[in-house]
């Protein structure tokens, strides 16, 4: 056999043995994902939960809402709470998809369906729980679904808890934010305003 065409073969049996390792470890890794975060808004569980179940209001404080200033963005179904629909199409940051409100339990919870269509199509699940303590709220985002193939090869590389994660950091921080109020000002009192000019 010429050294060229056993040289080939051993190029082709290594590659086989590489893409057989690749996948074998591709196919070990998790086939479902958790993401969560939490935190504490100084304010009525009743504020906080009527912006997480108006789709309308994402807009103040959902962490994409400014990755794309022309997104296409459209409201169907029920105007809130279960059976709000909200679709969104924009550029490469954002992608495609809708989100369906399954579940809404006055200031407890609010289920979502998240579907993406673009850059990739995957489903999964996402929650808002609400508890309300000393007169203060805790608030946990969470997402959950099942890994494609595709997706834990993308986990090998990028670390999806800290991706998301810090999403939900951000749209968190800017929920509280919309819903605290902040304090009054130092000479903004009625006695102040009073003073003569």
Partial sequence: MPKKSVLLKR???GLAAVISLVVGLVSMRPN???VERSTTIA???TSVFAQVNDFHKWVDWSPWENLDRSMKKTFEGAPIGRGSVYSWDGNDDVGAGRMTILESRPDAL???NLEFFRPMEDVCTTEFAFENVDSKTDVTWSMR???TFIS???CMFMDMDKMIGGDFERGLAQLKSVVEIPPAHAGATGEDSAKPQ
Avoid: D, M, N, S
Wanted: glycine fraction near 12%; hydrophobic fraction near 50%; charged fraction near 15%.
């Fill in 110 to 112: 609010v289920r979502i």
């Fill in 152 to 154: 834990k090869a993308f």
């Fill in 145 to 147: 679904g099942k890994h």
């Fill in 11 to 13: 190029i082709l049996i």
């Fill in 43 to 45: 304010g009525p569980v």
């Fill in 32 to 34: 479902t994902f958790h």
